[in-house]
């Protein structure tokens, strides 16, 4: 049989794709397909240097001779077997009997977004137009993480072994984990319903999530003296520092009597007004001046975690409030270093201020935790502590529950100090002597 020419290649007579067939198979001048006798449109494109590769053809399904037939390279040879190869040249052949494109469909995953670009479309479009700004910090920082591990994939390639990985590599820090795999799980619910990628199994679903202590550090009286103390010291003479003295650089620093280093005012006034209000720290971040109503004491937030929010400010709050200086053209009570922005955070200077005051291990965000458990102790009752911190649900107030005062403590603690009095030979320590039944003394 004559060799047939088509788009500048050779279509060799039919054989039996066979390993031993293949094995014989030599390049020529100009490349050329060898098709199986046995499975229409499967065969082995053989080029002049000597690759060849499993390939099907075939007609979109319903095409007739007028359409052009479609090509799709299934892998090399000696990657694939002829066996492997030819069942999945049958596999693909029978979905486009069903209807399926399989050319057209490998050019589309071509074209779909990489887990970079997806990113970043969610980041436009939910992230940072939906989102409160404490929320869609944690979003960018988990997202980050992603795109640094997985960012050139595409969207629809990245599997769930992948998002496991990289879970686990966050094992050390279990809530941050957590909350990362619950962000990306976010995300591709969000591109799966946008249409952005093809819809299919999450690929961050169904992974385990580390099992999470809560964490419910209070401030105690001593420690809560020490930290008034340092904040003093800060923002008067100022905290030490410590040079590394085996450093180059160390001969060139102060002596040791002047390493001090003032802390901003407003950075210390923020500290103050978390522990004095119990409120989250994007809440007096992005306070501003206009919000805060004297008279009545209250700090009115337009918008907060659980949306509009009153933050009640005691007489101690409204003191330091009317002591804060006001930056012309600034509306934020703490003010930052950009003009007409609020501080951005306040990492740094609570580092400083943690470890001058020896409050290892202790967060900004546990200064909301201490005013809650003040309030508890002092018998306040939960509702109101529940109001004063904004919780939505009377639930998460809950978990001071073991902190408040109750009746049956407080009479305990009445007749166990009367008893201890009595025993030590003090004033008011009236014993009542216990009867027997029957009215005898015991």
Do not use: C
Not at 98 to 117: F, H, I, N, W, Y
Not at 131 to 152: I, Q
Not at 224 to 231: A, E, I, P, Y
Not at 245 to 272: Q, S
């Amino acid at each position: 049989m004559a060799t047939r020419w088509r788009h500048g290649e050779a279509q060799m007579p039919a054989l039996k794709i066979t390993k031993r067939s293949v094995d014989a198979l030599h390049p020529g001048e100009r490349p050329f397909i060898a098709f199986d006798s046995d499975l229409a449109g499967f065969g082995v494109r053989v080029m002049p240097t000597g690759v060849m590769s499993y390939v099907v053809e075939y007609r979109p399904h319903g095409g007739g001779r007028g359409v052009a037939k479609r090509r799709v390279t299934l892998g090399k040879v000696g990657t694939l077997t002829p066996e492997q190869a030819r069942k999945a040249a049958a596999d693909m052949l029978a979905q486009v009997r069903l209807g399926s494109d399989p050319a057209a469909d490998k050019a589309t995953r071509r074209e779909a977004l990489t887990v970079a670009a997806l990113i970043a479309t969610f980041e436009a479009e939910h992230v940072e137009a939906k989102l409160k700004s404490g929320t869609a910090e944690n979003y960018t920082v988990a997202l980050a993480r992603l795109r640094d591990a997985h960012g050139s994939l595409k969207a629809d390639a990245l599997t769930r072994n992948q998002i496991a990985a990289l879970h686990s590599k966050m094992r050390e820090t279990p809530y941050a984990a957590n909350r990362a795999l619950a962000t990306w799980s976010k995300m591709f619910a969000w591109g799966m319903s946008r249409g952005l990628i093809a819809k299919g199994e999450n690929p961050a679903r169904e992974i385990e999530k580390y099992r999470e202590s809560k964490r419910e550090r209070f401030l105690t009286s001593e420690e809560l003296s020490r930290l008034g103390d340092v904040l003093r010291e800060g923002e008067t003479i100022g905290l030490v520092y410590e040079v590394d003295e085996k450093k180059a650089k160390a001969k060139h620093a102060a002596k040791p009597e002047n390493r001090r280093t003032k802390l901003d005012p407003f950075a210390v006034a923020a500290v103050r007004l978390l522990i004095l209000t119990g409120a989250r720290l994007r809440e007096i971040l992005d306070a501003q001046w206009s919000q805060v109503d004297f008279e009545r004491g209250i700090l009115f937030l337009a918008d907060s975690k659980t949306g509009k929010k009153p933050v009640y400010l005691s007489i101690a709050t409204l003191a330091l409030l009317a002591e804060l200086p006001r930056i012309e053209g600034n509306p934020h009570v703490i003010a930052g270093a950009k003009d007409g922005a609020p501080r951005s955070d306040l990492k740094k200077p609570w580092r400083a201020i943690s470890r001058a005051a020896g409050l290892s291990g202790v967060r900004i965000h546990d200064l909301r935790h201490s005013f809650a458990s003040v309030g508890a102790g002092g018998s306040l009752g939960l509702p109101i502590i529940g109001k004063l911190l904004g919780h939505a649900n009377p639930s998460t107030t809950a978990r001071y529950a073991h902190l408040e005062t109750d009746p049956l403590h407080r009479a305990v603690n009445a007749i166990g100090s009367r008893i201890a009095a009595a025993m030590d030979g003090k004033q008011g320590g009236e014993v009542v002597p216990m009867k027997k039944a029957g009215g005898k003394p015991a």
